[in-house]
């Protein structure tokens, strides 16, 4: 085989690698398919070249794009910089002597604080900071996503947000659950909820409190008394909250106890620091008339240019979110059937985010995009 053979050949193998560790990797967060890309990178630029890291670096969050993988276009040229930046300092510092091994750890290590450096400032500092106003103005950049990037692209996310329709408190416990096993977890609103009777819910409590609380128990819900025995917004701020925990989980909006909702124009209350928003959506609300199954149901028909009496389909609650433009991923519930999950996967095929689908009562869940 000769050396031009050989070299297409590498090049297109460790791009389609990449392309699908990107995809098997995706449900995983940020942290398992960063990696898995940076060591991609490093093994295409230490064995076949700096030519072959480059083309890949370059072409790999294009074809993740196009392949619906990848977050929003407005940061593929971020990403093509900082695995580029990636892979030219790795080689350049790496060296081409394999035995060195202190050199090449230290060279990985620099490349990919490099690659951070690069990915923080375009993203953070110039998309969501320099342009951001003119991105908002011409719609390319929603508000959501301006709260979302800084989070993805810097440190991992703390304050996550809920807010749609049925399933947000059940998704609430069952989210604390499985963060509790990494590290503390403080449940709250931004509105008001019910209060929860499985963990111990503190009153106006300061910050020493709280982080004794933490401490003893992993998981604890703080908020001021609300009407009618519910809970409302907590008197520290979310700032100080993100502070004394690893997550915070937010409720942000109601929606009466009905699957689907369209949010009102004060709707919903996303705290500022909150860095994920996801969007709840009833799977138990298609096949059934608006006006029955979402809340403010009149705005959910007027967005979507149909009567409340037509009936919910994957297309309306794909044009609904779309023309709202809340919550940078989709959680999907109540998916029990097969007729549930043709419909969760026509929804997640019109979408350009995240979207998981499933059952919170069986505690089956499944990756759609």
């Known amino acids: 085989m000769n050396k031009k053979v050989r070299w297409i050949t590498e090049t297109a193998v460790m791009l389609a690698l990449l392309v699908a560790l990107q995809a098997l990797t995706k449900g995983f967060g940020q942290f398992v398919t960063g990696s898995c890309v940076n060591a991609v990178l490093a093994v295409t630029v230490l064995t076949a070249g700096l030519g072959s890291g480059i083309v890949v ?7 993740a794009y196009l392949l619906g993988i990848a977050p929003q276009i407005l940061v593929l040229p971020a990403i093509m910089v900082g695995n580029t930046v990636f892979v030219v300092l790795l080689r350049l510092i790496a060296g081409t002597d394999s035995r060195k091994v202190g050199q090449q750890i230290a060279a990985w290590l620099i490349a990919a604080l490099a690659k951070f450096a690069a990915l923080y400032l375009i993203v953070v500092k110039v998309v969501c900071g320099v342009m951001a106003p003119s991105l908002l ?18 440190w991992p996310q703390l304050v996550t947000a809920l807010i749609g329709g049925g399933g947000k408190t059940t998704l609430l416990y069952t989210l604390t659950e499985e963060l509790r096993k990494k590290g503390t977890v403080l449940l709250c609103t931004s509105t008001h ?10 009153e106006r409590a300061g910050e020493a409190e709280i982080s004794a609380a933490l401490s003893a128990h992993g998981a604890v819900c703080v908020g001021e008394p609300s009407a009618e025995g519910k809970l409302g917004p907590p008197s520290l701020s979310f700032d100080a909250l993100a502070r004394l925990a690893d997550y915070v989980l937010v409720e942000a909006d109601g929606s009466r106890r009905l699957p689907l909702k369209a949010h009102a124009p004060h709707e919903p209350v996303i705290p500022a620091n909150a860095q994920r928003v996801v969007l709840v959506v009833g799977a138990d609300g298609f096949g059934k008339p608006i006006r029955d199954v ?19 389909t994957p297309e309306l609650e794909a044009a609904l979110i779309l023309a709202e433009g809340l919550g940078d991923r989709v959680y999907i519930n109540k998916v029990e059937t097969a007729e549930d999950y043709d419909r969760a996967a026509a929804l997640a095929n019109r979408l350009t985010c995240p979207v998981t689908a499933g059952s919170l009562h069986k505690g089956v869940y499944l990756c759609l995009r």
Request: net charge positive; glycine share 4%.
């Open 137 to 154: 103005a011409a719609g390319t950049l929603k508000e959501p996503m301006l709260k979302a990037l800084p989070a993805t692209f810097s």
């Open 294 to 312: 979402c809340h403010r149901s009149e705005r959910y028909a007027a967005l979507c240019g149909v009567s409340e009496n037509a009936l919910v």
């Open 57 to 63: 670096a370059v072409l790999s969050p294009v074809l």
């Open 193 to 202: 909820t019910m209060r929860p009777t499985q963990y111990e819910v503190l």
